[in-house]
């Protein structure tokens, strides 16, 4: 396939790029300088500049484009950044995308979790009902934004990542540093459930939403999600560290501000649609999934 992708440079876009690449596709990536290789277009999602022209024929397109939610403390200011990051970009490339000759015959948009709020012990799936947090808005408003393509006939996959694992970057990254160091430990209560990726499987599970028929939302994440405790405990076992030293909720919200809640919400999350589709994971629980990061 010839595929776009935007947020090219972000931790999940860099992996996606050579990961793509790597399996036989043909990558352009949209960039916000000028161009310096053939295989680099051009764009200003700030101000709705993206020419098709440059772009020529598109098989499929992946956004990935958004400021960090955990990059910054959520002022006012960011809160409108982390929201209107995402809503320029999906509109931008969906507007793009609606001016070529021939529209692609697929669109991966970036989502995230978040749509479900706080779940408690509930086993959330795709059909699950939306929070009510900021998270969940932006959210919605991000997956809204895509509409225009998928009225175009385009199909559109949501692809709601969970916590994504992985050595370098995001939270794993940094609980990964604490363990190290032997200052790991449940966040909170630790009762909170949560729902990872492993690197590898987030790319996988992208290159499986641009290649087969999976249209709407379709959760990110291992299909044996486990509590806080039970993870850190994994992460500590597979590390040979300790995994004694809490983070309690407090301090958690001195450091994090509104940004914590996130950290301690519970979300039980199951990718039911790709496994329907026939995805398999690698890493399919925390056991997994520690045990790769230990490795990784």
């Known amino acids: 396939m010839r ?3 935007s947020g090219a440079s972000g931790l999940i876009g860099q992996h996606l790029v050579a990961h793509l690449r790597g399996a036989g596709h043909e990558v352009l990536t ?5 161009a310096r290789e053939p295989q680099e277009v051009t764009w200003d999602p700030s101000r709705g500049e993206l020419d098709p022209r440059a772009l020529g024929r598109v098989d499929g397109a992946v956004n990935l484009s958004g400021a960090g939610v955990g990059d910054e403390r959520w002022t006012d200011d960011y809160k409108r950044t982390i929201l209107s990051s995402r809503l320029d970009s999906t509109s931008t490339l969906v507007g793009a995308l609606l001016r070529l000759d021939e529209a692609p015959q697929v669109l991966v948009n970036a989502s995230a979790i978040g749509a479900y709020g706080d779940g408690g012990s509930a086993v959330l799936t795709e059909d699950s009902p939306r929070g009510e947090d900021f998270l969940a808005d932006v ?3 991000w997956e809204g934004a895509t509409e225009p393509a998928s009225a175009a006939g385009v199909r559109v996959a949501l692809a709601r990542t969970g916590l994504l694992a992985n050595p370098v970057g995001g939270a794993f990254g940094q609980l990964l540093t604490l363990f190290r160091l032997g200052l790991g430990g449940p966040l909170g209560n630790g009762r909170q459930w949560w729902s990872p990726i492993t690197m590898p499987d987030e790319l996988a599970a992208f290159e499986f939403l641009l290649t087969q028929p999976v249209s709407g939302p ?6 044996e999600p486990a509590t806080n405790t039970a993870l850190t405990t994994a992460l500590g076992a597979a590390l040979h560290r300790p995994s004694l030293v809490p983070a309690p909720a407090f301090a958690l919200r001195l450091a994090l501000g509104e940004f914590a809640g996130q950290v301690l919400a519970s979300q ?3 990718p039911s649609v790709l496994l329907e589709h026939g995805f398999t994971f690698r890493h399919p629980d925390v056991t997994a999934v520690t045990g790769w990061l230990a490795r990784a």
């Open 3 to 5: 595929i776009v992708v």
């Open 30 to 34: 949209l960039v916000r300088r000028p």
């Open 139 to 141: 959210v919605a408003q």
């Open 218 to 223: 379709a959760n990110l994440t291992c299909p």
């Open 268 to 270: 039980r999350v199951v």
